[in-house]
């Protein structure tokens, strides 16, 4: 039987590649045999109250749930194994960039997931410091969690 990690999966889903990087991740993350769903920690189903602000914006003015989403979000962070991260190059999403710095100060792994299509494309230079690995999201689906290693980015930082 493989060891199974739970992983907090960070992602941005404020325009349409981003949208595409999240559902082809999603999908691969499914797929993984060293991923164990039941333990998974995804932000975007664990809003407060259930109320996604995709779908109700009007709660992006909401202290309450802010401040209880946000906190619910560190805890997932808290309770998994390792992050992971969708980084779309041309739209960083600074949640993200928040979630990978206390994931990378609690010393979890911090794993990196570009498109294949953005791949090489220059990142910024302090979520590129937090990262422990860089894999092409064509690469999720088979990624071994269980012995996540540094590498470096194939692209410049700014």
């Known amino acids: 039987m493989t060891n199974k990690k739970s992983v907090y999966f960070g992602?941005?889903?404020?325009?349409?590649?981003?949208?595409?990087?999240?559902?082809?991740?999603?999908?691969?993350?499914?797929?993984?045999?060293?991923?164990?769903?039941?333990?998974?920690?995804?932000?975007?189903?664990h809003q407060y109250k259930d109320i996604r602000v995709d779908e109700h914006p009007e709660y992006l003015h909401d202290k309450e749930w802010a401040t209880a989403t946000f906190l619910g979000d560190i805890n997932g962070i808290k309770q998994t194994?390792?992050?992971?991260?969708?980084?779309?190059?041309?739209?960083?999403?600074?949640?993200?960039?928040v979630e990978m710095g206390y994931a990378y100060a609690m010393g979890k792994p911090v794993v990196v997931i570009v498109p294949d299509e953005q791949w090489g494309e220059p990142i910024n230079l302090m979520s590129w410091g937090v990262a422990t690995t860089y894999i092409k999201l064509s690469d999720l689906a088979t990624f071994d969690f269980n012995n996540v290693s540094f590498n470096f980015y194939d692209g410049a930082v700014y």
């Open 11 to 45: 992602a941005g889903w404020f325009s349409d590649v981003q949208n595409s990087a999240y559902d082809k991740a999603m999908q691969a993350m499914k797929d993984n045999p060293t991923i164990d769903e039941t333990r998974n920690y995804v932000p975007l189903e």
């Open 81 to 97: 194994d390792l992050s992971t991260f969708v980084y779309v190059p041309k739209e960083e999403d600074v949640g993200c960039g």
